[in-house]
């Protein structure tokens, strides 16, 4: 984009130095109206502020250049965060903050203090002194600067107010993001402290047991995070935070956006030198926006398949539940197919696989049935396959 800019300057100040000698080339070409004046402009309107260089080709050709900045701005919006079965994480939190973790396993004949079940105590301490929430508040903020190049053309001999454009604006693909607010990380911070427990109880229950007392506070409920809708073969997308606590989104169209539009231009002065342009046309950002989000789990929420096979060994196929030895199986836990029985202790060679999150996705292409507001914004952001322009500009004829 720099190399653009720097080639467009270069072209308009080829007219920047009136001719002096009459025989000259740039004499000649104005003799012609080529390049014989040149106006800068300040302009603003839905694309924002900006600047612009134009020149004359002939009686009815002006070519302009320069450079449109969006200023930023916040749009704040709530986004849903629920268990996978659709429960409320507040509601879950008021039923386990008043439980005491480490006596209700002692009366269940669990040492709290026994190895590997300190951090289940340790966990479940730290989610009830966190913050949760049925929403996470996003800003959403746009980020649009690009170059123009443009062609106006006035058909008219006896009327040169009116003129019809053409040409391109471009500039970097993210034209927006959105990222949860500052106050919001203790609250996200919940949400991982919860699904770390959820994960840990599937993996190995307490001491490889599962317990139906405690079932409901680890596991019942699913993963918790942000829902939004299905892949196309119909497997849950639900976003979690990332390692960092935080949410975030970005938004991208092409890089170079044709534009197509007409103008009324007017002087403002006798003189000629003050000029009023009013714009008003369409960039074409070549399909609809790309929303892209990372930390995605597609989630099997359909109840527990499996069987048993010759060797007795349970096979694992798709969903959640416990199977007949007891073992639970969760929406992003699943049995590792090539577990070695001689080895079971070899930390490289695990019963479970817990699955990775899915980076990059495209929410306008890759899902459906987007619940809530994030599907209201996705509705509305698809709609943005071309972006209006009205601007004015205010210009001044240098010479």
């Not at 500052?182 to 109880?201: C, H, Q």
């Not at 044709?258 to 009023?276: A, D, E, M, Q």
């Not at 990775?356 to 209201?376: A, C, W, Y």
Request: proline share 5%; hydrophobic share 35%.
């Amino acid at each position: 984009m720099k190399k653009l800019g720097v080639f467009l300057i270069s072209l308009f100040m080829t007219a920047a130095v009136p001719a002096q000698d009459k025989g000259s080339l740039s004499s000649r070409l104005a003799q012609k109206g080529i390049l014989n004046h040149m106006d800068v402009g300040v302009n603003v309107g839905t694309l924002g502020i900006g600047i612009d260089v134009a020149v004359p080709v002939g009686n009815y050709v002006r070519l302009r250049a320069g450079y449109n900045y969006m200023p930023r701005f916040t749009i704040h919006s709530d986004f849903s965060i629920e268990t996978n079965n659709g429960g409320s994480l507040t509601r879950y939190f008021d039923r386990v903050k008043n439980i005491d973790i480490e006596k209700k396993m002692t009366d269940m004949g669990i040492d709290p203090e026994a190895e590997g079940v300190q951090e289940y105590v340790k966990m479940a301490n730290e989610f009830r002194n966190l913050e949760p929430k049925d929403q996470v508040t996003m800003n959403l903020r746009p980020s649009l600067h690009q170059f123009k190049f443009l062609v106006d053309v006035m058909p008219f001999k006896n009327n040169k107010h009116w003129s019809f454009t053409t040409g391109f604006f471009a500039g970097p693909s993210q034209v927006g993001d959105a990222s949860n607010q500052d106050g919001e990380t203790l609250l996200l911070k919940a949400v991982n402290t919860y699904n770390d427990i959820y994960v840990k109880y599937c993996q190995e229950g307490i001491n490889g047991n599962y317990h139906e007392k405690l079932d409901e506070i680890f596991y019942n409920n699913g993963i918790v995070g942000i829902p939004l809708g299905y892949f196309a073969d119909g497997k849950k997308a639900m976003m979690v935070p990332g390692k960092d606590n935080t949410v975030r989104a970005e938004m991208s169209v092409s890089k170079v956006r044709p534009y197509v539009g007409f103008g009324y231009n007017t002087h403002l002065s006798r003189n000629k030198k003050w000029n009023l342009n009013v714009d008003a046309g369409v960039l074409f950002l070549c399909g609809k926006p790309k929303v892209y989000i990372d930390n995605v789990y597609k989630i099997d929420a359909g109840p527990l398949k499996g069987y048993f096979n010759e060797d007795g060994e349970y096979q694992y196929e798709s969903g959640i539940g416990i199977n007949e030895d007891g073992t639970y199986y969760g929406d992003i836990v699943r049995p590792n197919g090539e577990f070695d029985y001689d080895n079971p202790e070899d930390p490289n060679n695990p019963m479970f696989i817990v699955d990775e999150p899915l980076q990059h996705v495209d929410i306008m292409r890759d899902l459906d049935e987007i619940p809530g507001k994030v599907g209201d914004m996705v509705k509305t952001i698809s709609k943005f396959k071309v972006y209006p322009n009205l601007s004015v500009t205010v210009s001044y004829r240098l010479y």
